[in-house]
């Protein structure tokens, strides 16, 4: 029982009091855990906070530890540990120590996973493979020469909730390849200012704010599990069509952003060389953005999904993709679907070959239409048609953004 019943406008509120630059990633966060309670969702959601150290994803992912009934935190795990197979432990002592089943039915708190994404490139593929088989959510098959063939078959849900510094090139690469299962959302926490600074330091009240929020955030879930003992049987008949279209939208971009193209430096052509794009389909990010949509609409008091829960998939859809693609995605945004070489170079604050290079990539991969201005001007790229949504107003409304009419940006792009 939660020792303060707390609705879930007053836990925004204490998140907002404490911690204001963490409450819109928080709120995703805190959609994740929910999902457990909805009895149809058998697929493992997995969520990494990604900015640069000491920007508060260790804070915020601190908000959900001391709930020993549905959280497991840790500070170091590998891969391997979710099934055990150490040459030093006596088989039938390794259900003990084996992850896995510690997991079921809990989110699983990772407060740095840069050390497992820092491995060399054969140690990291083995990892995130196991990874990606554990988050289909049935359990796990190993088979060693020291203790055989060792298995958990069955349901094992769980979630993730991790941190990480910003990603890699290669590891957005080798995933891509393995099929990712990973969803990441940018922190984007803010530059303080130095009286900000100096009075951080001095603040004794620092980790209280922070044992506040973690208190409202158990005794909101702890309120959340006594409301629903059972469960939850989701009338997914109930939902809004137009909900699902934005979700079903949101899964063709991820997608599309997050395709593998192979691109290499062709030195006597001087010219870039990309391979043909290998795109998954978007079926299971579909079903992973409708359930941690319907986890955000149970924390907001309802059983049925409305348009206010789709702000996170929005952002996550595009913070999904390898770093450089998503900021151009963003610029584009931000410009109205158009922009021309020597916006791009600015925009993504690189050289014009690398200009070009990203512009090229996202036209390969269906994001947008690229056009050769010809007479040394570079090129122009626009977003395609069938992504057109991400411009309108209702995107940007969702979103709290500034819309920029297409018109618009083509006559200030000819100005430019």
């Given at each position: 029982?939660?020792?303060?019943?707390?609705t879930?406008?007053?836990?925004?509120?204490?998140?907002r009091?404490?911690?204001?630059?963490?409450?819109?990633?928080?709120?995703?966060?805190?959609s994740?855990?929910p999902?457990i309670?909805?009895?149809?969702?058998t697929?493992?959601?997995?969520?990494v906070?990604?900015?640069v150290?000491?920007?508060?994803?260790t804070?915020?992912?601190?908000?959900?530890?001391g709930?020993p009934?549905?959280?497991?935190p840790?500070d170091?795990?590998s891969?391997?540990?979710?099934?055990?197979?150490?040459?030093?432990?006596a088989?039938?002592?390794l259900?003990e120590?084996d992850?896995?089943?510690?997991?079921q039915y809990?989110m699983?708190l990772?407060r740095?996973l840069?050390?497992?994404l820092a491995?060399?490139?054969n140690s990291?593929?083995?990892?995130l493979?196991?990874?990606t088989?554990?988050?289909?959510?049935e359990?796990?098959?190993?088979?060693?020469?020291?203790?055989g063939q060792r298995?958990?078959?069955g349901e094992y849900?769980?979630?993730?909730?991790a941190g990480?510094t910003?990603?890699q090139p290669?590891?957005?690469k080798?995933?891509?390849n393995l099929?990712?299962?990973l969803f990441?959302?940018?922190?984007?926490s803010?530059?303080?200012?130095?009286?900000?600074?100096?009075?951080?330091?001095?603040?004794?009240?620092?980790?209280?704010?922070?044992?506040?929020?973690?208190?409202?955030?158990?005794?909101?879930?702890?309120?959340?599990?006594?409301?629903y003992?059972?469960?939850?049987?989701?009338?997914?008949?109930g939902d809004?069509?137009?909900?699902?279209?934005?979700?079903?939208?949101?899964?063709?971009l991820?997608a599309?952003?997050?395709?593998?193209?192979n691109?290499?430096?062709?030195s006597?052509?001087?010219?870039?060389?990309?391979?043909?794009?290998?795109?998954?389909?978007?079926?299971r990010?579909?079903?992973?953005?409708?359930?941690?949509i319907?986890?955000?609409?149970?924390?907001s008091?309802?059983?049925?999904?409305a348009?206010?829960?789709v702000r996170?998939?929005?952002?996550?859809?595009i913070?999904?993709?390898p770093t450089?693609?998503a900021?151009?995605?963003?610029?584009?945004i931000?410009?109205?679907?158009?922009?021309?070489?020597a916006?791009?170079?600015?925009?993504?604050?690189?050289?014009?070959?690398?200009a070009?290079?990203?512009m090229?990539?996202?036209?390969i991969?269906?994001?947008c239409?690229?056009?050769?201005?010809?007479?040394?001007?570079g090129?122009?790229?626009?977003?395609?048609?069938?992504?057109?949504?991400?411009?309108s107003?209702?995107?940007?409304?969702i979103?709290?953004r500034?819309?920029?009419?297409?018109?618009?940006a083509e006559e200030?792009?000819?100005?430019?």
């Amino acid at each position: 029982m939660p020792e303060k019943p707390i609705t879930f406008e007053e836990w925004r509120q204490t998140i907002r009091d404490n911690f204001p630059d963490l409450l819109f990633s928080a709120e995703v966060s805190m959609s994740i855990l929910p999902q457990i309670l909805i009895k149809d969702i058998t697929n493992p959601f997995a969520l990494v906070l990604v900015d640069v150290p000491s920007s508060g994803k260790t804070i915020e992912i601190n908000f959900f530890d001391g709930i020993p009934e549905l959280t497991y935190p840790t500070d170091k795990f590998s891969a391997a540990s979710f099934v055990s197979n150490a040459s030093n432990i006596a088989k039938e002592k390794l259900p003990e120590i084996d992850l896995l089943p510690r997991l079921q039915y809990r989110m699983f708190l990772i407060r740095d996973l840069a050390p497992l994404l820092a491995k060399d490139e054969n140690s990291l593929t083995e990892s995130l493979g196991t990874l990606t088989r554990v988050l289909d959510g049935e359990g796990l098959n190993t088979d060693t020469g020291v203790h055989g063939q060792r298995a958990y078959n069955g349901e094992y849900l769980f979630m993730i909730l991790a941190g990480s510094t910003p990603i890699q090139p290669r590891v957005w690469k080798i995933m891509g390849n393995l099929g990712s299962r990973l969803f990441f959302l940018t922190v984007n926490s803010r530059d303080k200012d130095e009286a900000e600074l100096a009075k951080q330091v001095v603040d004794e009240a620092y980790k209280q704010k922070e044992k506040v929020c973690r208190d409202a955030t158990r005794n909101f879930f702890y309120g959340l599990w006594n409301q629903y003992p059972q469960g939850i049987e989701w009338n997914k008949a109930g939902d809004s069509k137009d909900v699902l279209t934005v979700v079903a939208r949101c899964a063709k971009l991820l997608a599309r952003l997050r395709g593998v193209v192979n691109v290499w430096e062709d030195s006597f052509a001087n010219e870039y060389k990309y391979s043909t794009p290998t795109i998954e389909k978007p079926d299971r990010i579909n079903q992973l953005f409708f359930n941690l949509i319907r986890g955000h609409a149970l924390i907001s008091g309802r059983t049925q999904i409305a348009m206010e829960d789709v702000r996170g998939i929005i952002e996550l859809c595009i913070d999904g993709a390898p770093t450089a693609r998503a900021k151009l995605f963003r610029k584009l945004i931000e410009h109205g679907g158009i922009m021309k070489s020597a916006g791009v170079k600015e925009g993504l604050n690189c050289s014009l070959p690398t200009a070009h290079k990203e512009m090229k990539t996202l036209e390969i991969l269906g994001v947008c239409a690229q056009e050769d201005l010809g007479s040394g001007e570079g090129f122009k790229i626009t977003l395609a048609e069938d992504l057109a949504w991400f411009l309108s107003e209702e995107c940007n409304a969702i979103r709290g953004r500034t819309v920029v009419a297409p018109q618009a940006a083509e006559e200030a792009i000819k100005e430019f």
